[in-house]
């Protein structure tokens, strides 16, 4: 009697499909290439990536890195099925870190992580990575794909962004931040990539579904509104620092205001910030009254309007520079010496 013959396993029987992953390399291939700079070296499909500093015109660099990702704001870009502009927010979130320390951006890695790899999706992803790549200078030189069954549910997935950048040794950032320089606010475009879980919690909260008209944005969806991508600061940043007008930059992420400008005062400084000098997004407006959340909580928790604050010794010279690139910026306060490290006078006024 012979044994009965077992059933072939294979990966894709297992829920892993490699053909899908090659496709979606192949599908990126043009994008990724469209990201090119000086300095690149070689294309996707390697087992790394290599990058020549000479090629890309330093002399004397320091290497700045960071790694960030997009957080929950994912989930509404997968139950609302939007996943053009999330790239855009992975790639914001790692460069707006490095221009900063004063660093140019000069590549960049994803990985995106999935329980079953729907390819037209991740290539949508994938486009507004390189998108954002190519609107800060910065080359798309590889990235990763897992496909996990079993570790992520039907049709979500994560991303994960690492970028590199470098600085002349004598061009880093923070240098020279002294009591009396003025600090100036870059708008955001909305909520960024912070605070997502509370925005969920409140959108729950209002009865609207993703594909509602905004409230705060009339001819919007809810979706579309909070989807706005984080704004881009690198070609702003860089142009005011290689005009040698910036001593520091703080970029508001998570901690808002009073978290993130702290981080980059040396010991002994603080800043004053005036609470009604920048507009605030009606979007905070809205997620501040839906949601009753307390002021200091706002701040906390979102940008409430400013996506970066540039430290400078000549505001006028700073917001001139940004008028004739069509861009906006508001003093907000200024560096101070021997008291609090982060102290705001008055109250934001989240009011609808």
């Known amino acids: 009697m012979t044994d009965p013959i077992s059933p072939s396993a ?49 002399t004397d660099p320091i290497l700045v890195s960071c790694t960030d990702g997009v957080g929950t704001k994912l989930m509404v870009a ?7 502009t999330v790239g855009v927010d992975l790639v914001a979130m790692c460069v707006n870190d490095l221009v900063v320390q004063g660093a140019q951006p000069l590549f960049f890695l994803d990985y995106l992580a999935t329980g079953k790899l729907a390819v037209e999706d991740a290539a949508r992803v994938v486009k507004g990575i390189a998108q954002a790549c190519r609107d800060t200078d910065c080359a798309l030189v590889g990235g990763e794909t897992a496909e996990m069954p079993g570790m992520y549910d039907s049709g979500h997935y994560d ?17 020279g931040i002294t009591e009396g320089d003025t600090l100036i606010a870059l708008p955001s ?17 209002s009865g609207l579904q993703w594909n509602s008209e905004a409230p705060f944005e009339p001819g919007s969806t809810l979706a579309e509104a909070l989807l706005r991508p984080t704004a881009l600061y690198v070609r702003t940043v860089m142009a005011l ?11 508001i992420t998570g901690g808002g205001l009073p978290g993130n400008l702290p981080r980059v005062l040396p010991e002994g400084l603080g800043v004053q910030i005036e609470a009604d000098t920048w507009p605030v997004p009606p979007v905070f ?18 940008n409430c309007g400013i996506g970066m604050v540039l430290i400078t010794p000549e505001p006028e010279k700073v917001l001139a520079m940004l008028e004739a690139r069509g861009e906006k910026g508001y003093r907000i306060g200024d560096v101070t010496a021997n008291g609090p490290r982060y102290a705001l006078d008055g109250q934001v006024d989240f009011a609808l």
């Open 10 to 58: 294979s990966y894709r029987d297992s829920g892993v499909d490699i053909e899908a992953g090659d496709a979606l390399v192949e599908a990126i291939k043009p994008a990724a290439k469209s990201t090119d700079r000086p300095g690149t070296m070689g294309g996707l499909g390697g087992f790394g990536a290599l990058f020549d500093l000479k090629a890309a015109g330093f």
């Open 159 to 175: 991303l994960a962004g690492f970028s590199v950048g470098a600085a002349e040794r004598s061009a880093l950032l923070p240098a």
């Open 241 to 251: 620092h290689h005009a040698g007008l910036l001593h520091g930059c703080a970029h």
């Open 285 to 302: 407006r809205w997620l501040a009254t839906t949601g009753n959340v307390a002021h200091d909580e706002m701040l906390k928790v979102f």
């Open 78 to 84: 997968i139950e609302s099925g939007q996943h053009d």
């Open 189 to 205: 475009t909305g909520v960024h990539s912070n605070g997502y879980s509370l925005v969920r919690s409140i959108k729950a909260m």
